[in-house]
C-alpha cells in the first residue's frame, strides 16, 4: 500500500529493477538472497551486499548500489511495523549504517526557453502539438511531466468562466493546485499577458476531452498517452529539430525552474509558483548557470564599491574635541 501511494507510475519500474537486482544477488553458498528468510540479512550481510553490488559487470556503479540502501532502509523499516516478528530482534533494520561510497552526484540538466519554444514550434509543424503543449507546460507552469501526460491538466482549469484570467495547475505529488495569473490590467486600461508564447501553443492543441492532452484513439474517442509513447514522440522530435541531447521533459521542467532564479525570485516567491514546501527540494532544481553567476558577481562588486566609498575608520564616528573624555566645556558670560 505505502508503495503505491508514494511512488509514482514511472518511477516504478526503476524501483522494481533495484529490488530485483538485491534478491538476484548470490550468496556463498549459491541461493537467490531473494529467497531467504528476512531475519537472516546482518548488518555485516548488508555491507557486503551493497559492496557487491558497487561492483558491476560494466564497472562501478555508485549510484544504484547507493538507490538500493536507501530503497532497503524504507522498505525494511515500513514492513517492520506490519510483521515484526520476521526481522530480528537485536538489529531489525540491517541498513541503518551502511557506509555509503563518496561519489559526485550529477546534476539534471536543465533546457532554456529558446530550446523549449524551437521544439514546441517545431512539433506544431510537424503535426504533434500535444509534443509541444506538454513541453511548454512543464516549462513555464513547473507541472511534473507525469502528471501533464496523465491528465492532471483540464481545459476547464484553463480561463474558466469563473477565473477567466488563471490556469490552474495541479500538482499530484504534492496535493496543492498553484493558480497562475495569465494576464494583469494595468490603470490605463492595457493589460500585460504573462505566458502570450505558451497560450499560442495551446491555441493549436485540440479539444478532445476534458483533459488537454490526449491522444486520439478512434473519431470520436480519446485517451491519455502512455509515458512511454510521449517520452519516444519527444526524443524523436528532438532528433529532427537537432535540439540538445539532454532534452528530456524533466529538462524542460529543471530549466523552468532555473528561470525562476535567473529572474532573482526570493525563495517564498519560486516556492510559490512551484509548490515546493520546502526550501531543500525547492534548490534542487535550480542550476548554477553563468546567468546567475553574472548576477551574483555584479551585486558582490556594487558590494564592494559601496565599502570604498564610505568615509574611512579615521573620521567615522569621531566626536568634537569639546566633548571627548569629558563633559562640554562651559561657555564664559561676561557680567
Same mark, same amino acid.
Given at each position: 500500500?505505502?508503495?503505491?501511494?508514494?511512488?509514482?507510475?514511472?518511477?516504478?519500474?526503476?524501483?522494481? %529493477?533495484?529490488?530485483?537486482?538485491?534478491?538476484?544477488?548470490?550468496?556463498?553458498?549459491?541461493?537467490?538472497?531473494?529467497?531467504?528468510?528476512?531475519?537472516?540479512?546482518?548488518?555485516?550481510?548488508?555491507?557486503?551486499?551493497?559492496?557487491?553490488?558497487?561492483?558491476?559487470?560494466?564497472?562501478?556503479?555508485?549510484?544504484?548500489?547507493?538507490?538500493?540502501?536507501?530503497?532497503?532502509?524504507?522498505? %525494511?523499516?515500513?514492513?517492520?511495523?506490519?510483521?515484526?516478528?520476521?526481522?530480528?530482534?537485536?538489529?531489525?533494520?540491517?541498513?541503518?549504517?551502511?557506509?555509503?561510497?563518496?561519489?559526485?552526484?550529477? &546534476?539534471?540538466?536543465?533546457?532554456?526557453?529558446?530550446?523549449?519554444?524551437?521544439? +514546441?514550434?517545431?512539433?506544431?509543424?510537424?503535426?504533434?502539438?500535444?509534443?509541444?503543449?506538454?513541453?511548454?507546460?512543464?516549462?513555464? %507552469?513547473?507541472?511534473?511531466?507525469?502528471?501533464?501526460?496523465?491528465?492532471?491538466?483540464? %481545459?476547464?482549469?484553463?480561463?474558466?468562466?469563473?477565473?477567466?484570467?488563471?490556469?490552474?495547475? +495541479?500538482?499530484?505529488?504534492?496535493?496543492?493546485?498553484?493558480?497562475?495569473?495569465?494576464?494583469?490590467?494595468?490603470?490605463?486600461?492595457?493589460?500585460?499577458?504573462?505566458?502570450?508564447?505558451?497560450?499560442?501553443?495551446l491555441a493549436a492543441v485540440p479539444r478532445r476531452g476534458?483533459?488537454?492532452?490526449?491522444?486520439?484513439?478512434?473519431?470520436?474517442? &480519446?485517451?491519455?498517452?502512455?509515458?512511454?509513447?510521449?517520452?519516444?514522440?519527444?526524443?524523436?522530435?528532438?532528433?529532427?529539430?537537432?535540439?540538445?541531447?539532454?532534452?528530456?521533459?524533466?529538462?524542460c521542467r529543471h530549466g523552468g525552474m532555473t528561470e525562476?532564479?535567473?529572474?532573482?525570485?526570493?525563495?517564498?516567491?519560486?516556492?510559490?509558483?512551484?509548490?515546493?514546501?520546502?526550501?531543500?527540494?525547492?534548490?534542487?532544481?535550480?542550476?548554477?548557470?553563468?546567468?546567475?553567476?553574472? /548576477? +551574483?558577481?555584479?551585486?558582490?562588486?556594487?558590494?564592494?564599491?559601496?565599502?570604498?566609498?564610505?568615509?574611512?575608520? /579615521?573620521?567615522?564616528?569621531?566626536?568634537?574635541?569639546?566633548?571627548?573624555?569629558?563633559?562640554?566645556?562651559?561657555?564664559?558670560?561676561?557680567?
Amino acid at each position: 500500500m505505502a508503495y503505491t501511494k508514494k511512488v509514482a507510475v514511472r518511477s516504478r519500474r526503476d524501483y522494481e %529493477w533495484a529490488m530485483t537486482l538485491l534478491c538476484d544477488a548470490l550468496t556463498k553458498s549459491g541461493d537467490r538472497v531473494g529467497s531467504r528468510p528476512i531475519r537472516t540479512i546482518t548488518p555485516r550481510g548488508a555491507d557486503k551486499l551493497y559492496q557487491k553490488i558497487v561492483i558491476g559487470p560494466n564497472g562501478r556503479r555508485d549510484r544504484t548500489a547507493e538507490k538500493v540502501v536507501k530503497l532497503c532502509r524504507k522498505a %525494511w523499516r515500513v514492513v517492520h511495523r506490519l510483521f515484526p516478528d520476521e526481522f530480528a530482534k537485536d538489529v531489525p533494520n540491517p541498513w541503518l549504517g551502511v557506509t555509503l561510497e563518496n561519489r559526485v552526484k550529477k &546534476a539534471k540538466p536543465a533546457v532554456t526557453r529558446d530550446d523549449v519554444y524551437d521544439f +514546441a514550434h517545431g512539433c506544431i509543424a510537424a503535426g504533434e502539438p500535444e509534443v509541444a503543449a506538454v513541453a511548454v507546460i512543464c516549462f513555464e %507552469w513547473l507541472q511534473r511531466p507525469e502528471n501533464v501526460i496523465a491528465s492532471y491538466i483540464k %481545459w476547464s482549469d484553463y480561463r474558466a468562466p469563473s477565473a477567466p484570467t488563471i490556469i490552474r495547475v +495541479a500538482h499530484h505529488k504534492t496535493g496543492t493546485v498553484a493558480p497562475h495569473p495569465l494576464e494583469e490590467a494595468l490603470p490605463d486600461g492595457t493589460t500585460i499577458k504573462f505566458y502570450a508564447d505558451a497560450e499560442e501553443v495551446l491555441a493549436a492543441v485540440p479539444r478532445r476531452g476534458v483533459s488537454m492532452i490526449l491522444r486520439e484513439v478512434s473519431k470520436g474517442v &480519446a485517451k491519455p498517452f502512455a509515458f512511454p509513447t510521449m517520452q519516444h514522440k519527444v526524443q524523436r522530435m528532438r532528433k529532427k529539430l537537432d535540439l540538445p541531447a539532454h532534452f528530456t521533459l524533466d529538462a524542460c521542467r529543471h530549466g523552468g525552474m532555473t528561470e525562476l532564479e535567473e529572474a532573482e525570485l526570493t525563495d517564498g516567491q519560486g516556492r510559490a509558483l512551484s509548490t515546493h514546501r520546502t526550501q531543500q527540494s525547492y534548490e534542487g532544481y535550480a542550476k548554477r548557470t553563468a546567468k546567475r553567476m553574472l /548576477s +551574483a558577481t555584479r551585486k558582490r562588486h556594487a558590494h564592494r564599491l559601496a565599502e570604498q566609498n564610505e568615509p574611512g575608520d /579615521s573620521v567615522r564616528n569621531e566626536a568634537p574635541e569639546s566633548v571627548r573624555n569629558g563633559t562640554p566645556e562651559q561657555k564664559k558670560i561676561s557680567t
